[in-house]
C-alpha cells in the first residue's frame, strides 16, 4: 500500500447529492427546496450515526452557493465548491456541539450570524450533535432562530431528537435519515471491493456490511481493520478469525448439548476447551443466546437477513439442523441463556477461571431443568390427547359439523350445561338445547360453546395460576386413563 494512505471514509466521501446512498426522501425534498427557491431557515438532520447527515448539510452548503450548479447538484469546481470540500471556506460553518456546547460558543456564533456572507450567497451553520447543548445555549439559539438574517441557513444534525427542546423544533423543518438496510451496504462494499481492487466473497461482505449496522461510516472504518487484518482479501473465513466468530456448527454443538439429556456432560466439555484454548467465554454465552434466539425466529418465520446475524447459508442450515426441536424449548433456552449472561454481568466476577466455574455450575442446573417437561409443554400435550379423545368421540353419527373452537377444551369433568334463558321457542329445541349430545340448532350450540369457552379460561386460569413459573415433576402429570 502506498505511503500516503487516504482513509476509506474520506476518499469515498459522497460530494454530490447522487454519491449518497439510501438517503432520497431526505435528498429530493432538499434538492426540491433549492429548484423552487423555498429555502429554510433551520433544518434539523435527525437520524442514526454515520449515515450521512453531515455529509448531506455540506452538500446542501455546496449547492446552496455553488457558482455553476449542474442538474441540482453542486459543480465541485468553482471556488466556493472547492473552499467548501476543503473545510476552508468562510460561509460554512461547522460547530460540534458534543464539545462546544457552552453558551459563549453561541453568543460567538450569534455575533457572526449578522455579517453577510464572503462568497455565496448563503452562510451555512453545521450545528453536530445539536441535542448536546445547554439550556442556555439553546436559549441563545433560539433567540437567533426567531429572526434569522435571510442569508443564514441552520442545520441542526442530532442523533436524539428527543432532547431538543420543542421551542426549538417549532421553528425547524424536519428531515428524517434512515438506517441503510444490510443489502444495500453489501452492494455499496462490493462496489468499493471492485474499485480498490480486493479480493472479496459473499460472506466477508455480509460481515463488513453487518458491522456497520446500517451506518456507511462505521462499515467504512470496519472494512478499513479488515483490510489490514486479512491482507486486503475480505473473504469469510478471514474476517470470521478476525471477529472471533465460533461458526455455527460449533454453537449448533453447544445448544444441542444443551437440550440432549443423553449426553450432559457435553456441554461442560465445550465450555472446557474454550477456556483452555483461552477464548472468551462470557462473549460465547452471548453468541449462543443470539443463535438460540435466531433459532426462534427462523421457527416463527420471521428472520429476515436484515435483522439477524448470520450469512443466508447458515441460516438455511441452522433451520435444517434444529428441525426436531419445538419452539417452546429453544425460546425457554434462549430466555435462560439470557438469564444467565445477565447474572454473570451482575457478579462482576473477578476473573476468566471465576466466570468458567459460575458458568458450568449454571450450565449443569440449566440441563437438568431443561430435562423436565416445561408446563406449556404440557398443556399443549393435555390438549392434543383431548382433541384425539374427542375426534374419536364424535366420529360416527354426526351430522353437523362441530364448532372447531371447542376442541380445545382442556381435562375435567362433564359438565351440565346451564339452564337454557326462557325463549318463545318450541318445546323440541329446549329439549335439544338441554342434551349435550344433541344433533342440530345451531345457535342453541353456538350458546352452549360460549358457556363451555368461558368455564374453559376460568380452569386455564386457575390450572396457570396454579403451576406458572414452576417445572411440573412428571410423575405428577395427571393420567388420562387412555
Ligand atoms: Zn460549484
Redesign the pocket.
Known sequence: MAGNHEVLSRKYRPQRFQDVIHQNLAIGALQNAVKSGKIGHAYIFFGPRGVGKTTIARIFA?RLN????IDNE?????D??QEITKGISGDVLEIDAASNRGIENIRELRDNVKFTPMGGKYKVYIIDEVHMLTDQSFNALLKTLEEPPAHVVFVLATTEYHKIPETILSRCQDFIFKKVPLSVLQDYAENLCKEENTKYDSEGLFWVAKKGDGSVRDMLSFMEQALVFTDNRLLGTEIRKMIGYHGIDFLSDFIKSLVDSDNPSKSLQIIENLYQEGQDIFKFLWDSIEFTHTLCLLKDSAADSESVNYPREDLIKMRKDFESIDLISLNKLSFRLFELFEKVKTLRLRNSFEIKIFIEIQIKKLTDDLAKPSLAGLVDRINHLILMIQDQDSAPSNNFEAPKKQSVAPVKEVQTPPPPKPTIESNEKKEISQTPQATGGFSSLEAMAKDVSSEDAEWEKSFKNEFLGTDVDPSKVPKLGL
Do not use: A, D, R, T
Not at 453542486?74 to 468553482?78: D, R
Open positions: 455546496k455553488c457558482q455553476n450548479p453542486p459543480c465541485n469546481q468553482c466556493s465548491c
